[in-house]
């Protein structure tokens, strides 16, 4: 009895170093994708860019990150998912380190596609080796290793606010961050990566339920649109009306993020009492509450704080719950995951970019309005996901 003991007690060991190094790689991730919004001003003086123009880099970086989700979703399924996470984290260094120092748009344009690209494979990398270290009971974990996400994305703003303030710039704080992606990088190289779900031979022959698959990404495909025109357009939101300095609005940006990641460490212990379709529909409700009290009340920093809190508090577990929602009902390979964040990549390439072109001849509200319309289109299609998935389940079951 003593052998078997010894074996399993080291697997845990080993499941959970691995899950470790996967949440400080997503705390790297975190940190990486919400640095944009509060150096968009500063980028835009760099290289001389209106508002409009610069806000291409949300488009660019999304398109990088589709390109990297599809690529990475298979990689994953083929070569040694460590080795992927690995060269993803070196190449966000890479991109941080040189982004303040580059006085071209086109140039930061194409730099900022490299990162997208590595930012998507590091994502499908985390949420899918995480679903193969500890399979079905992954829950509580990718409610942790999103909640780890969200670590990082509070702390970005705060970081940068703090060597903007120390250096009057934005290169020192974008190489301190640079910084920051190494320790993941290396702690990752030097684990074992986790065997796939299945087969090579079976991962490429396809996906199962296709149509599911398609819905899902749309659903994402929305969610992340208003999650990542939040994250990244409040800071300038605020400032253009008037309602925040550039130091309180990154600020402002640091709240929405760390209400985000509130609400993820207490969606853990929330996801082993409600469905997931309870706790989808109440995370939709309240992001639209939020929206909704900026949109009523624009001069009002309370609403304008108050709603921030709650839009990202409510978010919190969406992007999670929908992942194990679809983990339930089909197997989750590297490229159904891939495809999941092909929409999300879609949407947050799109999204972003609408309220760029539309800010200046619309106004600052604009924000709100597209954000608003957004999470609306997405309740719609979680309820039509959700009333056509009860009837398979039923179904099924019978």
């Known amino acids: 009895m003593t052998l078997p003991t010894a074996v399993d007690s080291n697997v845990r060991r080993v499941r959970l170093t691995q899950s470790a190094a996967y949440f400080a790689a997503f705390v790297a991730l975190g940190l990486f994708g919400a640095s944009l919004g509060p150096t968009l001003p500063g980028l835009a003086e760099n290289t001389r860019s209106a508002i409009s123009q610069i806000s291409f880099l949300f488009t660019a970086r999304a398109t990088g990150y589709l390109i990297g989700s599809f690529i990475g979703g298979r990689l994953y399924d083929r070569v040694p998912g460590h080795l992927v996470m690995g060269l993803g984290l070196a190449a966000m260094a890479v991109v941080l380190f040189v982004m303040p120092v580059i006085p071209l748009l086109w140039l930061l344009l194409v730099v900022i596609l490299i990162g997208g690209i590595a930012e998507g494979a590091l994502d499908v990398g985390g949420n899918t080796l995480l679903v193969w270290v500890h399979r ?22 705060i970081v940068i606010a703090q060597v903007v303030l120390l250096s ?55 969610y ?24 309180t609005a990154a600020y402002l940006t640091s709240a929405f993020w760390g209400a985000l990641t509130l609400g993820r460490l207490l969606a853990i212990p929330v996801a ?11 995370d ?7 929206v909704g009290a900026i949109l009523l009340w624009p001069g009002s920093e309370v609403a304008l704080w108050g709603g921030s809190f ?10 999670p719950t929908m992942l194990s929602f679809a983990a339930r009902r089909m197997t989750t390979t590297g490229t159904v995951t891939a495809w999941f964040l092909v929409g999300s990549s879609i949407g947050a390439m799109l999204m972003p970019w609408i309220i760029g072109q539309l ?20 309740l719609g299609v979680f ?15 019978a």
């Open 168 to 222: 009057g710039g934005i290169r020192g704080a974008y190489w301190v961050l640079a910084l920051l992606m190494l320790p993941p990088l290396i702690w990752l190289l030097r684990l074992s990566s986790p065997a796939p779900l299945v087969k090579r031979h079976d991962s490429a022959a396809g996906v199962s339920r296709p149509r599911l698959v398609f819905v899902i990404g749309l659903f994402f495909f929305l």
């Open 272 to 282: 082993l009492r409600l469905t997931p379709r309870a706790i989808l529909f109440s």
């Open 310 to 319: 709650l839009v990202g508090f409510s978010m919190a577990s969406i992007f």
């Open 136 to 157: 079905e009971k992954v829950g509580p974990f990718m409610n942790a290793l999103h909640f780890f996400f969200g670590i990082g994305a509070f702390l970005s703003p």
């Open 284 to 290: 939709l409700l309240g992001s639209l509450i939020g």
């Open 224 to 247: 992340v649109g208003a999650e990542v025109s939040f994250g990244g357009w409040i800071y300038t939101y605020a400032v253009a009306l008037g309602l925040a300095t550039p130091t």
């Open 383 to 397: 309820t039509a996901l959700a009333l056509r998935t009860g009837k398979t389940d039923a179904a099924a079951a």
């Open 359 to 378: 800010f200046v001849p619309v106004g600052p509200q604009v924000v709100m309005l597209v954000i608003g319309i957004d999470l609306l289109l997405a």
